[in-house]
C-alpha cells in the first residue's frame, strides 16, 4: 500500500499535432481576450511616455542585479540555516527545540519591514558604537546598508522555510527511518541516507512558493538605502515626474522573474528522482 | 556454521508499554534452518515479540541472543531495559534481515539503490561487489527488469519482493517477516508467498508473523500460538493445525478456516 501524500508522477503528456494544440487558442472568447491584451500592450508602448528608458537602461540593469543577488543569496543562506532549524524542532533537545521554535514563531509573527530597520538601525547602531568593530576588516560592509538588508532577508526566510522544514522531516513516514535501524544503520545514517533526502524532496514543491514570496519581499530593503530593482524605478519617477510608466516596467520585470522562476523550479522539481 | 547454536534464542521476554502488559514471559528458539511461524489473533503480542529480536521494542525483561550473542541490555529508570552498547547493536542488526508489513522501501532510491544500501553504507561492501550481488537476489525474487524503477511506481507485491531483496542482500544469520502479505491486495498475495516458499525450502533461518495459515502450515518448521502475550501451544505444523490440543487455538484455528 503506497502512502496517500505520495502523489503519482505526473508523466508529459504525449505531443499532440500543432493544430490540435492550438484549437483551444482559437477559440471566439480567447481571441477576443488575446486582442483586448494585445491593444492594451500597444497603446502602452505607443501612447505612453517611454522616452526615458534608454538612459536609465543601465541604473535599472543594476538595480536589478542588486535584487537577484539579495534573493539568491539570502534563499541560499536562509535554506542553510532553515535545516537545522527544522530537524531540531523535530529531534532536537528541549531547549534547542524552545529556541528554533520561538525563532520561527517570533519572525513569522512580526512585520519583515519592522525587522529590517531594527536590524538597520539597531545593530548598525550597535555595531557604530565599538571602535574595535570600527577598526577591523568588517566595517567597510557594515558600514553600507546591505549586509543589513541581506541578514534579515536570511532570516525570515530561514524561519518560514525552517517552518516547512519542521513539517518536512516529521512527515517522513517512520516505517523508513524504522527500515534504516533496523538494518543496523547508526544514527547519523539513519539521517544522511534517509532522513535528510526525504524530507529535502518532499518539501521541494513549496520551495518555489517561498522563493517567490521572498523575491516579493527583496522591495523593502529599498527603505533602508539599498538601490534594487524598486529603489532605480523610485528614482527614476521621482527625476521625470512619470507615475505609471516606471510602475508598469516594474510590474513587467517582476512578473518576468517570478515567470522565470517558476517554470525554473518546476524543471528542477522534474529532474529530482524522488520516485514520489 | 555450528548447528548447535540457535540463530534466535528468546528467553523469558516480557514487554508491557506503561500498564499494558503485551508479552508474559516468552522464551522462543530458532535454530539455524529452522522456519518459525508465529500465529496468533491481533493483539497477541506477535508482532511485539518478533520487533523485540531486532530491538525496534526494547524488552522489559528477559534475554536475547542472535547465533549466541546476547544483547548487552542495562536497566532504565522506570524499570525497563534499554540496549547498553549501541555498536553492538548496529551490528547484531545487521546480521538480522527484517521485512514490514508495509514495505518501508526507500522511495527515494530505485530498486538496485534499496537492494544496495546497506551493504554499501553498513557492511561497507565496495559497491561493485555490491551490485553485482544486489543483482543476483533481484533476479532471485523476479524483479531483474526493475532494477532502475522508483517504490512508486512498482504494485505492492513487486515493492515486497523488492525489501526481501534487500533483506537477502545482507546475507541475514535469521530473516524477520512482520505479516508480510497482510497490507497486500488480494492478487498480489500468491507472489510474495512464492518467493518466501523458495527461500524456506533453501532453510534459511526465518521467524515469520502470518495471518496465512495454509502458508504457514506448508512452509513453518515449527508453530508457535501466542494467545494474550504467552505462548499457548508450539510444535510441528502437523500438531498445531491437525491435533491442536489448548481450546484457544482449536477455536482459533476453527475461526479462520
Not at chain 1, 215 to 231: E, G
Request: charged share 20%; glycine share 8%; hydrophobic share 50%.
Amino acid at each position: 500500500m503506497p502512502d496517500i501524500d505520495i502523489a503519482t508522477p505526473i508523466r508529459p503528456a504525449p505531443a499532440l499535432p500543432l493544430r490540435a494544440r492550438l484549437a483551444p487558442l482559437l477559440m471566439p472568447h480567447r481571441l477576443v481576450m488575446a486582442g483586448l491584451a494585445l491593444t492594451a500592450l500597444a497603446a502602452i508602448v505607443t501612447q505612453m511616455d517611454w522616452s526615458w528608458l534608454p538612459g536609465y537602461l543601465p541604473k535599472i540593469g543594476h538595480g536589478l542585479l542588486v535584487t537577484l543577488a539579495l534573493l539568491v543569496s539570502s534563499v541560499a543562506a536562509g535554506f542553510a540555516l532553515a535545516l537545522p532549524l527544522g530537524a531540531v524542532q523535530v529531534t532536537g533537545p528541549a531547549p534547542l527545540r524552545w529556541l528554533a521554535n520561538g525563532f520561527c514563531t517570533v519572525i513569522r509573527g512580526t512585520p519583515l519591514l519592522l525587522q529590517l530597520w531594527l536590524i538597520y538601525y539597531g545593530l548598525g547602531a550597535l555595531f557604530a558604537q565599538f571602535p574595535e568593530i570600527r577598526a577591523s576588516w568588517l566595517w567597510p560592509y557594515l558600514r553600507q546598508a546591505w549586509p543589513y538588508g541581506f541578514l534579515t532577508l536570511t532570516l525570515s526566510f530561514a524561519a518560514y522555510q525552517g517552518e516547512v522544514m519542521r513539517g518536512a522531516f516529521a512527515g517522513v513516514p517512520r516505517g523508513e527511518l524504522e527500515a534504516a535501524r533496523a538494518f543496523g544503520m547508526p544514527r547519523l545514517m539513519v539521517f544522511r541516507r534517509v532522513w535528510f533526502p526525504r524530507a529535502v524532496h518532499r518539501a521541494l514543491p513549496t520551495l518555489a512558493g517561498e522563493i517567490i514570496l521572498q523575491l516579493k519581499a527583496t522591495p523593502l530593503v529599498a527603505t533602508i538605502t539599498v538601490t534594487d530593482l524598486y529603489a532605480v524605478i523610485t528614482r527614476v519617477r521621482q527625476a521625470t515626474y512619470l507615475t505609471y510608466e516606471p510602475l508598469l516596467l516594474l510590474i513587467a520585470i517582476y512578473l518576468c522573474l517570478s515567470g522565470t522562476l517558476t517554470l525554473a523550479l518546476r524543471w528542477l522539481e522534474g529532474r529530482v528522482p524522488s520516485g514520489r | 556454521m555450528n548447528n548447535a547454536t540457535p540463530a534466535v534464542e528468546i528467553r523469558d521476554l516480557h514487554k508491557h508499554f506503561g500498564r499494558l502488559e503485551v508479552l508474559k514471559g516468552i522464551s522462543l528458539t530458532a535454530r539455524p534452518g529452522d522456519v518459525v511461524a508465529v500465529i496468533g489473533g491481533s493483539g497477541s503480542g506477535k508482532s511485539t515479540m518478533l520487533r523485540c529480536i531486532n530491538m525496534l521494542e526494547t524488552p522489559s525483561a528477559g534475554e536475547i541472543a542472535i547465533h549466541g550473542e546476547a544483547y548487552a541490555m542495562r536497566p532504565t529508570r522506570d524499570g525497563g531495559l534499554e540496549p547498553a552498547d549501541r555498536r553492538q547493536l548496529q551490528r547484531i542488526r545487521a546480521q538480522l534481515g527484517m521485512v514490514f508489513q508495509n514495505f518501508n522501501l526507500w522511495p527515494h532510491r530505485t530498486v538496485l539503490g534499496n537492494v544496495i544500501e546497506v551493504p554499501v553504507q553498513v557492511l561497507g561492501m565496495p559497491r561493485d561487489e555490491a551490485v553485482a550481488r544486489a543483482r543476483q537476489v533481484l533476479e532471485r525474487v523476479g524483479l531483474a527488469e526493475k532494477e532502475d524503477a522508483y517504490p512508486a511506481h512498482m504494485s505492492g507485491g513487486q515493492q515486497q519482493r523488492c525489501a526481501i531483496a534487500r533483506v537477502l542482500a545482507v546475507e541475514p544469520l535469521a530473516m524477520l517477516f512482520d505479516e508480510p502479505t497482510s497490507a497486500l491486495d488480494p492478487e498480489l498475495v500468491g507472489e510474495v508467498l512464492t518467493v518466501i516458499r523458495d527461500l524456506a525450502a533453501e532453510r534459511r533461518t526465518m521467524i515469520l508473523v502470518t495471518h496465512e495459515m495454509g502458508f504457514a502450515r506448508d512452509v513453518a518448521s515449527h508453530v508457535v500460538y501466542l494467545k494474550d502475550g504467552r505462548i499457548e501451544e508450539q510444535g510441528p505444523p502437523e500438531q498445531i493445525f491437525g491435533d491442536p490440543r489448548s481450546p484457544h487455538l482449536q477455536q482459533f484455528i476453527r475461526s479462520i478456516a
